[in-house]
């Protein structure tokens, strides 16, 4: 699957959920409905492996079954989160249709616009932004998704955020008193 669990045990659901095994995941859920809800050590559910595996069907699976969309892990990423970070676009699609929150701060302050900004991935940046996500808000470091997109040589997202930057009115500026 391509996915990192960093070595870390996880179980038969999350590892059916990762791969898109939707029978397995039947079955599990059939036998042990509370599987849905277990985390491994890092915090993430059988949903969070299934957006990062971009199985839709998985999802939807999981939805229908109870699965929260806004659980998030102990490093605050949702399901949303992950299906963005892991490239799978038409994941994170359908999370967003199907409710997910996208205005959310992981640890250490990255939003959904500042990942997209940093993999170049312009569709879930603009999918951010046009769903209430400021470009402007700084992680703890003090980057903002321009400058994970400066760090990572991504001139058209670049180009797009300090367009943005420009047209922003006057008034919305603080000035001093």
């Known amino acids: 699957t391509g996915v990192q669990t960093c070595g870390l045990p996880i179980s038969e659901m999350m590892k059916a959920a990762i791969g898109g095994e939707i029978d397995r995941i039947q079955e599990i859920l059939g036998a042990s409905p509370h599987e849905l809800k277990k985390t491994d050590a890092e915090g993430r559910t059988a949903i969070h492996y299934g957006a990062m595996g971009g199985h839709i069907a998985v999802l939807e699976l999981l ?13 605050r990423r949702s399901p949303l989160f992950l299906a963005e970070s ?92």
């Open 63 to 75: 939805i229908q079954s109870g699965a929260s969309l806004n659980t998030v892990d102990s490093k």
């Open 86 to 177: 892991h490239g799978k676009n038409e994941a994170f699609t359908f999370l967003l249709a199907q409710g997910a929150k996208i205005n959310q701060q992981a640890m250490g302050g990255m939003t959904i616009a500042m990942v997209g900004a940093h993999s170049g991935n312009m569709e879930v940046l603009t999918a951010a932004l046009e769903n209430g996500v400021r470009p402007d808000i700084k992680d703890h470091k003090g980057k903002t998704a321009l400058d994970y997109a400066k760090a990572a040589n991504h001139s058209e997202i670049v180009s797009y955020l300090e367009s943005l930057a420009a047209a922003k009115p006057a008034s919305s500026k603080k000035t001093a008193a």
